[in-house]
């Protein structure tokens, strides 16, 4: 039988209206959430930051994290 494999982190690549209204869900719900604020507006980061999201400060390094 195939091993099921558990989701514990969710990269969001758009964290501003609607990517921090699902980052707060699934924080609640005990996931990491993920995110490259580089190059984004300053409500854009204050929204990820007050949902919980973990800046990665680069998309190669948000690629690279093994979710």
Partial sequence: MAKIK???SIAILM???????CATV????GLRVITCLARRRQRTKALAKKSGHEDLH???ELVKTQI
């Fill in 6 to 8: 558990t989701l514990n």
């Fill in 15 to 21: 964290p501003g209206d609607m990517g921090h209204g």
């Fill in 26 to 29: 699934f924080r609640q719900n």
């Fill in 58 to 60: 680069s998309l190669t």
